[in-house]
């Protein structure tokens, strides 16, 4: 099955370099009309500047695709909605939405001012939510839509110096999650992207032949299957260096103890079985835990 794009219309955040312009550039190719937002800061978020979506617009007409850019902040939600009203405008409708943008400022949490924890938050997690809720309604109309969050590793599993991106990123799962339910009758289908990559964000943090590896260009391919329409829904896909692998929260089996004044020092005896993997679920909602635990309670009344 070839993955293509003719007809669609897709809008890219943070597209102006580094991974969302080859996603930019990869969905044009396959036939997509693209908007390029960009807000054209530096890494930590500072600045702005037109010319980063524009050249990436530039490349994607002189290849014979058809594109847009755009220069709004995607922590400005009234800017966020003129950016989507602009797509469809020029095309009529708004297919797919890649969730790209981003900004660092790493430091060890002793260290971090939280204006920077705030700000990183507000760039990720509520410039995702503004993308998406700006979206959603046409997508509604249409009953069609493919939504690619970005996570990352730091998200799923922590890494030392970014717990401000880290909780950025794995609330976009959490998005996500929701969204995907909600989304689902529909036509609108959400999933997640993990990349592992060299970019502008990464090139300080690794020596120069893992940076050789993880070419950003590995990524791209995760981020067409999910946003074509043949995508899954609710999906973490992990992405790098030519290897590709899927993220899961999962629900153990757990135990039943009861309610008494005992609880604690039994479930500190037995955390071990609570923490065995061996039978464990991936929920199909959040309904899952409660459904499990009160199955327990009743099975040990009868």
């Known amino acids: 099955m070839a993955i293509e794009f003719e007809g669609r219309v897709a809008i ?31 890494v930590d978020g500072s600045g702005s500047s037109a010319t980063a979506a524009q050249a990436v617009v530039d490349e994607i007409r002189a290849a014979g695709g058809q594109a847009l850019a755009n220069g709004a902040s995607v922590t400005d939600f009234a800017a966020v909605q003129a950016m989507v009203q602009q797509a469809v405008d020029a095309w009529g409708r708004v297919d797919i939405l890649v969730n790209n943008a981003g900004i660092l400022r790493d430091k060890s949490f002793a260290k971090m001012d939280m204006d920077d924890f705030r700000l990183v938050v507000e760039v990720h997690l509520m410039g995702a939510a503004h993308c998406c809720k700006a979206v959603w309604p046409h997508m509604q109309a249409q009953n069609y839509g493919r939504i690619v969050m970005t996570t990352s590793s730091t998200g799923l599993y922590g890494n030392f110096g970014q717990a401000n991106y880290g909780a950025a990123k794995l609330a976009q799962v959490g998005l996500m999650q929701t969204l995907a339910i909600e989304g689902a009758k529909h036509g609108i289908h959400v999933n997640a992207l993990a990349p592992t990559a060299a970019t502008r964000m990464t090139e300080g943090l690794m020596p120069e032949a893992v940076l050789a590896a993880l070419k950003p260009e590995a990524v791209v391919p995760a981020m067409l299957v999910l946003a074509h329409e043949s995508a899954p829904t609710r999906t973490t896909l992990c992405a790098g260096a030519g290897g590709f692998e899927a993220a899961f929260i999962t629900l153990t089996e757990g135990v039943y103890l009861g ?21 464990e679920q991936v929920p199909a909602s959040g309904a899952a835990q409660g459904t499990l635990e009160v199955g327990k309670a009743m099975a040990a009344a009868r």
Request: aromatic share 0%.
């Open 259 to 279: 309610q008494g004044d005992q609880v604690p020092e039994q479930l500190a005896a037995q955390l071990a079985q609570v923490l065995d993997r061996s039978g």
């Open 12 to 42: 890219v955040t943070g597209a102006g370099g580094g991974l969302g312009r080859l996603h930019a550039l990869a969905l044009a190719a396959r036939g997509a009309k693209v908007l390029v937002n960009d807000l054209g800061g530096a």
